[in-house]
C-alpha cells in the first residue's frame, strides 16, 4: 500500500535537492570560467609584453 505522505515527502525533498544540485554545478562552473580567464590573461601576459599605457597630459592651475 502506498503511502502518499511519505511520497509527497520525498517528492519535496527531491526538488530541494535537485535545486540545491543545480546551485551547486552553476557556482563550479562559474569559478571553473574565472580560473580558465585568469590563467589565460596571466600566460598572455608572461608571453606578450603589455602596450605601454599613454601619459596623462596635467592641467594646468590658473
Known amino acids: 500500500m502506498k503511502n502518499p505522505f511519505m511520497s509527497m515527502f520525498l517528492s519535496a525533498a527531491n ?3 535537485g535545486s540545491a544540485r ?3 554545478t552553476a557556482a ?3 569559478e ?3 580560473n580558465a580567464r ?3 590573461k596571466a600566460w598572455s ?3 606578450f609584453e603589455p602596450p ?3 601619459r ?4 594646468r592651475a590658473r
Open 45 to 47: 601576459e608572461a608571453l
Open 52 to 54: 605601454a599605457t599613454p
Open 32 to 34: 571553473a570560467a574565472k
Open 22 to 24: 543545480a546551485q551547486a
Open 38 to 40: 585568469s590563467a589565460s
Open 15 to 17: 526538488r530541494v535537492a
Open 56 to 59: 596623462k597630459k596635467r592641467k
Open 28 to 30: 563550479i562552473k562559474r
